[in-house]
């Protein structure tokens, strides 16, 4: 659905490959399964490596309005194929945590909302006990780092507009795991999250166990900055002071590549925030380009006390 948003189409990549095996679970998931799966609805947008499609319209913000080729063919396959259950399939930003814990949202999963009070109906609630069966699979292997999405309602969303016409939906949110920008352990995650997804789909919903279990995922948090430089001297003004700021990366395709790009993005202020990676400045000079302070906006290339050097957010010296 978005084209900058690639790792959930990895994962579920790795899917059609095991079921093209001949393994016990595949054969019963083949079985006992009827799939159709769209692996990239906005190809345009994956092409140029961006949110939008080629007309720059956001497709998750069309499902109302229906403006779009590509969500016109969405929602006409939705109502040829009647599915029992709908997944949609995102990634998520380095931003997020997960709330009380200052580990990244590797996964996120959300039972979108099906009115704006954000009540439980029996769509939401099946969407919510496939949610925690993939839950209980991947918790051991990312204690603390699995999240439950904001399910603030917005009927153009795909999800929520899929909610209301009574298909339980289950939103993916691919995050960030430790050091791994290109996802390889996230998708993987994705991929596992999938294949248990279809080992346990019961018709009768307990809502007290599922709703309470449910409710138990830590919900997402913006904690999150790629960089963090902590106790760094500035001098603004002509006055001394020490400060933190951060850096976030941006992805950008060069020559068909992505390049990751720190860009400083917050300056003060970060009490509440982790880095990725974060490094103590010990109270010496920040300098770039003949300026001592930090500007948001700006590459994250810069020295500290011209002994630390820092190059595109990283420390090289």
């Given at each position: 659905?978005h084209?900058?948003?690639p790792?959930?189409t990895?994962?579920?990549?790795?899917?059609?490959?095991?079921?093209?095996?001949?393994s016990?679970?595949?054969?019963?998931?083949?079985?006992?399964y009827?799939?159709?799966?769209?692996?990239?609805?906005n190809?345009?947008?994956?092409?140029?490596?961006?949110?939008?499609n080629?007309?720059a319209?956001?497709?998750n913000r069309?499902?109302?309005?229906?403006?779009?080729p590509?969500?016109q063919?969405?929602?006409?396959?939705?109502?040829?194929?009647?599915?029992?259950?709908?997944?949609?399939?995102?990634?998520q930003?380095?931003?997020?945590?997960?709330s009380?814990?200052n580990?990244?949202?590797?996964?996120s999963?959300l039972?979108p909302?099906?009115?704006?009070?954000?009540?439980?109906n029996?769509?939401?609630?099946k969407?919510a006990e496939v949610?925690n069966?993939?839950?209980e699979?991947l918790?051991?292997?990312?204690?603390?780092?699995?999240g439950?999405?904001?399910?603030?309602f917005?009927?153009?969303?795909?999800?929520?507009?899929?909610?209301?016409?009574?298909t339980p939906?289950?939103?993916?949110?691919a995050?960030?795991f430790?050091s791994?920008?290109n996802r390889?352990?996230s998708?993987k995650?994705?991929?596992i999250?999938?294949?248990?997804s279809?080992v346990?789909?019961?018709e009768?919903?307990?809502?007290d166990n599922?709703?309470?279990n449910?409710?138990r995922i830590?919900?997402n948090?913006?904690?999150?900055?790629?960089f963090?430089?902590r106790?760094?001297?500035?001098?603004?003004?002509n006055?001394?002071?020490?400060?933190?700021f951060a850096?976030?990366?941006?992805?950008?395709?060069?020559?068909?590549?992505?390049e990751?790009?720190?860009?400083i993005?917050?300056?003060?202020d970060?009490?509440n925030?982790?880095?990725?990676?974060e490094?103590?400045?010990?109270?010496?000079?920040f300098?770039s380009?003949g300026?001592?302070?930090?500007?948001?906006?700006?590459?994250?290339?810069f020295n500290?006390?011209?002994?630390?050097?820092?190059?595109?957010g990283?420390?090289?010296i």
């Open positions: 659905m084209g900058n948003e790792t959930t990895k994962g579920l990549f790795d899917f059609f490959n095991f079921l093209h095996s001949d016990e679970l595949a054969t019963k998931i083949k079985s006992n009827t799939l159709l799966c769209i692996p990239l609805l190809p345009d947008g994956a092409y140029v490596y961006t949110r939008e080629a007309n319209v956001d497709l069309d499902a109302v309005a229906e403006t779009q590509e969500m063919l969405l929602k006409r396959i939705y109502n040829l194929f009647k599915p029992d259950f709908c997944y949609n399939l995102h990634d930003r380095t931003i997020f945590g997960t009380d814990y580990l990244p949202a590797t996964i999963f039972a909302a099906f009115d704006s009070a954000c009540t439980y029996t769509s939401r609630l969407a949610i069966t993939m839950f699979v918790n051991p292997y990312l204690p603390n780092q699995i439950r999405f904001d399910d603030s917005n009927l153009n969303c795909t999800g929520d507009y899929f909610m209301t016409q009574g939906t289950i939103l993916f949110e995050g960030h430790n791994d920008y390889e352990e998708r995650f994705v991929f999250a999938l294949i248990s279809f346990k789909q019961n009768n919903v307990v809502v599922v709703l309470t449910y409710l830590p919900q948090n913006k904690c999150f900055f790629d963090i430089y106790n760094v001297k500035i001098i603004d003004n006055v001394e002071k020490i400060i933190n850096a976030q990366y941006q992805e950008v395709l060069i020559a068909d590549k992505i990751f790009v720190a860009i993005s917050k300056i003060s970060l009490d925030y982790f880095g990725h990676i490094y103590d400045c010990e109270s010496q000079l300098s380009e300026k001592h302070f930090p500007e948001i906006g700006v590459k994250a290339t500290i006390n011209n002994s630390m050097f820092f190059h595109n990283i420390k090289i």
